[in-house]
């Protein structure tokens, strides 16, 4: 039990990334009042909050009527995974901040729903994880530490992105990427992972043994 809520708390605050967003919420929020740059910290963190909620609680009906089977989304993603730890260890967000949304978000009359809370915060590899997670919960009390996770995952972010601007006046662009580079390592590794238990649900390879 609490290694499954450690790899999914684990893994979902690493996806999320909290500290790497902070560098576009300051660009995106420079000219806002500090009021409401609180209140866009507020909706984003919900909005991604709630989005993932939404994902877990029925992500799995969606895949299951779509023929998907727990080890073919297992593989996905963590193949997904995988490639968004490349870019934190690369110091890159390219699979969750698309330069043109980035673009429109500047200019847009508020940010915190998009881009901020989708797809930078619930991106496409957090919401897949948290379906992957909840298909691997053996019963209600997994389930539910899936839900404990995401939700104190939100509450990182929202503190995090109220701190933006002493954040990054303290650790500073460089300090941000070393920090996304070992939670890349981290992730990458639990990428891995996803993938081995993929390939061995579908009796491809042995169990893999426990470290």
Do not use: W
Request: with cysteine.
């Amino acid at each position: 039990m609490l290694d499954f809520a450690t790899t999914a708390f684990v893994s979902i605050l690493f996806l999320v990334d909290p500290p790497g967003t902070v560098p576009a919420f300051m660009a995106l929020t420079g000219h806002y009042s500090p009021e409401r740059r609180r209140r866009t910290a507020l909706v984003a963190s919900a909005v991604a909050t709630g989005t993932l909620m939404a994902f877990a609680a029925i992500g799995n009906v969606v895949f299951r009527q779509l023929g998907l089977t727990l080890p073919a989304f297992q593989i996905a993603g963590g193949l997904i995974l995988f490639l968004v730890a490349l870019d934190m260890i690369r110091a890159q967000r390219l699979t969750q901040e698309d330069p043109e949304e980035m673009k429109e978000g500047e200019g847009a009359a508020d940010v915190a729903v998009a881009p901020l809370a989708i797809p930078m915060l619930a991106g496409p590899a957090a919401l897949s994880t948290v379906a992957v997670l909840m298909a691997q919960a053996n019963d209600t009390a997994q389930a539910s530490l899936v839900f404990l996770a995401i939700a104190l995952t939100g509450l990182i972010c929202y503190v995090t992105l109220r701190l933006a601007e002493p954040i990054q006046k303290r650790m500073g662009t460089t300090g941000v990427h070393i920090l996304g580079r070992v939670l890349g390592l981290v992730l990458a590794g639990i990428a891995v992972q996803f993938v081995l238990n993929g390939l061995h649900a579908a009796n491809l390879i042995p169990k893999p043994a426990a470290g």
